[in-house]
T-cell receptor
Framework: AQSVTQLDSHVSVSEGTPVLLRCNYS??????LFWYVQHPNKGLQLLLK??????LVKGINGFEAEFKKSETSFHLTKPSAHMSDAAEYFC?????????????FGQGTTLQVKP | NAGVTQTPKFQVLKTGQSMTLQCAQD?????MSWYRQDPGMGLRLIHY???????DQGEVPNGYNVSRSTTEDFPLRLLSAAPSQTSVYFC???????????????FGEGSRLTVL
């Protein structure tokens, strides 16, 4: 069965320091993986996606994620946090090879950025 | 660019009342879905549709009905609201992966429902 686990429910960093949000997945197929961001009282927005091309994926706002099949991980990183990065982040796996867009969401990681 | 539009943004119901959450998208997406978001549980799929006239159940369909008479609209109906349905509801749409977008979901801004 496909699933996704976000290893931290809450991460706190200082502005200007690196960000690491951790995500592990399990999938019977070669997965499609996504990171979404949700700012307060807003809908979710796609940050980046992995779809079996390059294993290092670059997204918007300076975020990137590396797909590591041997570790079944897809951790999200950013070299230098900005106050505007404070939000909730969701790691998402798309079920199998279906084209229905059916996704499984992790439980979310709240990123706090301190001045 | 309207994208995905949800109405209402806020609603308070009494137990047993019925209501419909509206969702419309203007991107000609075939796939539409409804999620509910509860603290510490991420988003859970309620119902989804892969095209007009086709709907299917997600993880948590009980207490909700949907229909898809047009490509643009995908309303979610609560037939008899219960306090357990207090949540934030998100509608999302997507084009198929073969279009190159790999099933990226486009979300509305959410509808906050409280059932007393």
């Amino acid at each position: 069965a496909q699933s996704v686990t976000q290893l931290d429910s809450h991460v706190s960093v200082s502005e200007g320091t690196p960000v690491l949000l951790r995500c592990n997945y399990s999938s019977s197929y070669s997965p499609s993986l996504f990171w979404y961001v949700q700012h307060p009282n807003k809908g979710l927005q796609l940050l980046l996606k992995y779809t079996s091309a390059a294993t290092l994926v670059k997204g918007i706002n300076g975020f990137e994620a590396e797909f590591k099949k041997s570790e079944t991980s897809f951790h999200l990183t950013k070299p230098s946090a900005h106050m505007s990065d404070a939000a909730e982040y969701f790691c998402v796996v798309r079920i199998g090879s279906s084209n229905t867009g059916k996704l499984i969401f992790g439980q979310g990681t709240t990123l706090q950025v301190k001045p | 660019n309207a994208g995905v539009t949800q109405t209402p943004k806020f609603q308070v119901l009494k137990t047993g009342q019925s209501m419909t959450l509206q969702c419309a998208q203007d991107m000609n997406h075939e796939y539409m879905s409804w999620y509910r978001q509860d603290p510490g549980m991420g988003l859970r799929l309620i119902h989804y549709s892969v095209g007009a006239g086709i709907t299917d159940q997600g993880e948590v369909p009980n207490g909700y009905n949907v229909s898809r008479s047009t490509t643009e609209d995908f309303p979610l109906r609560l037939l008899s609201a219960a306090p357990s349905q207090t949540s934030v509801y998100f509608c999302a749409s997507s084009s198929p992966p073969y279009s190159g977008t790999a099933g990226e979901l486009f979300f509305g801004e959410g509808s906050r429902l409280t059932v007393l």
